[in-house]
């Protein structure tokens, strides 16, 4: 078990920057997931903290310890591969066993921790089978199993799941979930998925375009977004972003056929007649509110306890995505008034950044 | 059960065509492997019973060629093959950077055998040679290559440093086509690239060696025009290999009945061979 600490990681591919100074800390024991759109570099990060890639610039420590410069198989780290990566001419015993008889470690005490790993993933049964004879979730518990055994200092994992149909996706969150609390290591984990990076995290990183937009814990990054590109990532149904101006102490959105609101609390105000952007999780919407914004609905989708409403000013560009309960009653046509508190109001400015 | 008849009636073309190709001479080599022929009797073969088979047992010049194609073979196959692997894994990295330095390498490959025989006949001459007239200017010494101390060895390189470059196209093809994350699995599991080789790389290729074994050595065990160009029976018949033998019962020696015989001898230990490789591979497989 160690802590993680990035300093500076640069990695440049053929003159072409992959990953761009990226600094960050992640505690000992912790649930780290790095998440972003596919190609933002998440995969190359990890594979420079695994030691599959050389770093350009910067230092890696794990631990405290400077491991820049040490091949992979000196860093003492386990990786779970999104292909799962089985040696397929060895049994799933001789897979898991793999880490520590290349460490040369007593036959016995393979044995015993073969068997520890087998029990906690439910592989007994497997044991003498090869890897195409299993299957993708067998699989994917098989390459867990080869990373627990040797107990390492760190676990990564590239995109566990995206390999599984959507309802063992779920399952393995769990199981994923369990087995970090019950070994207690720290965990860099990498997807594509927000929800998965919700559901499991203790620290979250979002990456764009091999930059780290934002640090922070689930409920940080969903509540108090740093830019517009994480509060358009984090959170389902996505936020709204809707454009906006400042006239005097109110926001004209000439997406909603030219309505306005008022200005939620800031620090500083923006100049007027700047492109704004205007940010409204879908959640926070209600037929009652403090402010609201007359609509006519579009698409209506039924959930159940709950109805996800598409609607849009008339003769307007931007449609409002709104969450909200009950709402069976609704149906296309109807005109829908949106309500809010400003409270629950973003503003962003040209250039992305929040404004506060 | 359907499947079977369903083979046997998609092969049929194939078995037919290769009968009427092969056919002819088979039963032709058949016919005069059990009859007393010569140049003189060729059209009206006399049936000799297993006369010839006999004679050819009893012969110690096809124990002897028997001997050194067997080791001809197995020597240049195992040489081959260590040789044509570690070229390919030393070299991978290299050949991805720049594919064309395969086309290089395979170039001995493309020389017609005899070819290559009459041009180490002129390089290995004693006395017209360049490369013994050099060890002499340089060394003051240098081997009879073609001796009967050194024939064999000098043989065998020669078709090693031929046939090399086949091995190593089949090992580079296996190497590449294992897939890099294992390697990277390894890596991280805290294995060091040489036991990498040995737990992870060497096991994925094993199909393959066995394959390049197996068919460098029936290439080898049947060699004749390198070596038929290069000393041909060898002093005192010391690189007289089974196709050699074969050759020079018929067309040197007129005995056309026994070189038969020798022949059907060669296929059937032949096919042997082949039907026991399988039989392991199939059961390596597995
Ligand atoms: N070996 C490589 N050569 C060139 N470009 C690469 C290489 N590996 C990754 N890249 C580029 O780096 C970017 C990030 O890749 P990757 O880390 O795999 O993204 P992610 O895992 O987030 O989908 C992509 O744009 C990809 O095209
Ligand atoms: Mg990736």
Redo the contacts with the bound molecule.
Sequence with gaps: MADLRLEHLSKR??G?S?THDVSLSVPDGAFCVFV?P????????LRLIAGLEEASAGRILVGGRDVTQVPAWDRDLAMVFQSYALYPHMTVRDNIAFALRSARRPEPEVAAKVAEAARILQLDSLLDRKPAQLSGGQRQRVAIGRAIVKQPKLFLFDEPLSNLDAELRVHMRLELARLHRQLGTTIVY?T?DQVEAMTLATQIVV?RD?RVEQVGSPLQLYDAPDNLFVAGFIGSPKMNLLAATRQGDRLVLPGCGGQSVPLPPLAALPAEGVPLHLGLRPQAISATGAQSLDLVIEVVEHLGSETLVHARAPGSAELVTALVTGGRTLSPGQPFTAGFGTAALYLFDPTGQRLR | MTNRRENAILAAPLVLFLLAILGFPTVLALVYGVSDTSFQTLTSPEFSGLANFRQVLADPTFWQAAWFSLRFGAITAVLQCALGLALAVYLAPLVRLHGWTVAILIIPMIVAPAMMGLMYRLVLHEFAGPLPHYLYQWLGWSPAFLSPAHVFKTVVVAETLQWTPFAFLLFLTAYQSIPEDLREAAAVDGTRPWRRFWTIELPLMLPTVWVALFIRFIDGFRVFDNIYTLVGAGPGGSTTSMSIYIYETFLRRGEIGKAMAAAILLFVTAFLALALAQRLTRKAAR
Excluded at chain 1, 38 to 45: I, V
């Design positions: 591919i053929g072409h992959v972003g596919s190609g933002c570099g998440k995969s190359t990060l990498v594509h990456l091999g």
